[in-house]
């Protein structure tokens, strides 16, 4: 049972440190710089959607935390147990836990939103056309808005499972 305990620690460990890294780095710094440089941005964008294993990457390191973490809440609580749920940090836990389900559904409407920017953004030659401007403002919109409740339920994921074991 230890070494599966181990197992699972560092999956949902390394994952998560990959997941919310990711979601930092492109919230808070890639994105903002991708929408700054207008065309040469689109391209960047179609690139790393199309031509990379990005999107892949985010989807199993998601999974895997999320997996990871599902598990050993279950091992922990002893199969769900109300007992152990309703303690601090069965509490704090199942908040977390809660938190990151959050975090990856929103990453999954940013995916597709990112797939379909990507897709659009390599259609583009030279200017975009007015309807072109259009979808991208309203995919931008939708990737702001659900980028900063990833962001926020992500970080909250985080600190909550980073305190949960000492309460």
Do not use: C
């Not at 890294?21 to 890639?30: E, H, K, S």
């Amino acid at each position: 049972m230890i070494v599966l305990l181990i197992v699972l620690r560092i999956l949902h460990v390394l994952g998560g440190v990959f997941w919310v890294g990711a979601a930092l780095a492109m919230n808070l710094f890639i994105n903002p710089s991708l929408r700054a440089t207008a065309e040469a941005g689109q391209k960047v964008t179609a690139h790393l959607i199309t031509q990379t294993k990005f999107a892949a990457a985010l989807i199993v390191s998601s999974a895997t935390t999320v997996l990871a973490g599902t598990w050993l809440y279950w091992i922990d609580s002893n199969g769900f147990s109300y007992g152990w749920m309703n303690t601090a940090t069965g509490i704090v836990f199942g908040v977390g836990g809660l938190f990151a389900f959050v975090g990856w559904g929103t990453g999954f409407v940013l995916s597709n939103t990112g797939a379909a920017m990507g897709k659009l953004a390599g259609q583009i030659r030279g200017a975009p056309t007015p309807d072109q401007q259009a979808q991208l403002a309203v995919l931008g919109r939708r990737q702001v808005n659900f980028s900063t409740i990833n962001l926020a339920s992500l970080t909250i994921a985080t600190v909550l499972m980073a305190m949960a074991r000492f309460l």
